[in-house]
Nanobody
């Protein structure tokens, strides 16, 4: 079992930056591949970024490529999402997720462990 706790969300103006953190606890938490998903009101949950267990492989949705960076510190059992040049359309609840798969996973169904979510609001 892995427990995930996100932090770092908030209100920011368009063009600003935020860094989300997701602390994992539980048995061998550092061995999990991780992902960040977001869900805006009335929209489906989408995968915005994912990272392999060792941090060597990553995936980004086209909508965030070049603006968001996912990273993983296995020593701290923490995954980060650095979000720059934020846009109003980035407004959503952001969730981190963990999977025992070692490579990059993009589908939400591949992640059995989820955090509670953190709200990101970007004002225009």
């Amino acid at each position: 079992q892995v427990q995930l706790v996100e932090s770092g969300g908030g209100l920011v103006q368009a063009g600003g930056s935020l860094r989300l953190s997701c602390a994992a606890s539980g048995r061998t938490a550092g061995a999990y591949a991780m992902g960040w998903f977001r869900q805006a009101p009335g929209k489906e949950r989408e995968n915005v970024a994912a990272i392999s267990w060792n941090g060597r492989s990553t995936y980004y949705a086209n909508s965030v490529k070049g603006r968001f960076t996912i990273s993983k510190d296995n020593a701290k059992n923490t995954v980060y999402l650095q979000m720059n040049s934020l846009k109003p359309e980035d407004t959503a609840v952001y969730y981190c997720a963990a999977t025992e798969r070692l490579g990059v996973s993009r589908a939400s169904g591949e992640y059995p462990y989820w955090g509670q979510g953190t709200q990101v609001t970007v004002s225009s």
